[in-house]
């Protein structure tokens, strides 16, 4: 982990069923006002409304922009009381780097860029936010 006074850097692998994987980068910014060495304090929200869940598959294969709208919904769909609202980076705009955001009631916010995708028996890639267009 790398900290500083407002934020945090973690990482994730996600293994999908078909084998495929995707690196999360996770990137923590703290509620305005807050430091690091604070207590946690939850602040509970009304949770948010169920959306569909897109198909994550097309055609057996996944692309970093299904990746996006299924983990977005998923997380919205988690009805956490803390979760204000949670969105695919290309939800808004065309990115350079797809991903996915979490915004707390608390004012944190929580930055999931992907970072490397590999297919079935694949290694990453060697290059970071150097995406396969499907995995």
Do not use: C
């Amino acid at each position: 982990m790398i900290s500083h006074s407002r934020w945090a850097h973690y990482g994730i692998v996600i293994t999908t069923t078909s084998g495929s994987r995707l690196w999360v980068t996770i990137t923590s910014v703290l509620a305005p006002g807050a430091r690091i060495d604070d207590a946690d304090v939850p602040v509970p929200g009304e949770p948010l409304t169920a959306v569909p869940v897109p198909a994550l598959y097309q055609d057996g294969k996944i692309t970093p922009r299904a990746a996006e709208a299924y983990l977005a919904a998923t997380l919205t769909n988690s009805a956490h009381p803390e979760i204000r609202r949670a969105y695919g980076y290309t939800d808004n705009a065309p990115t350079r780097h797809p991903g996915v955001g979490i915004e707390f009631h608390s004012g944190a916010k929580v930055y999931l860029p992907f970072a490397h995708t590999a297919r079935a028996g694949q290694n990453r890639g060697r290059e970071r936010y150097r995406l396969q267009n499907d995995f």
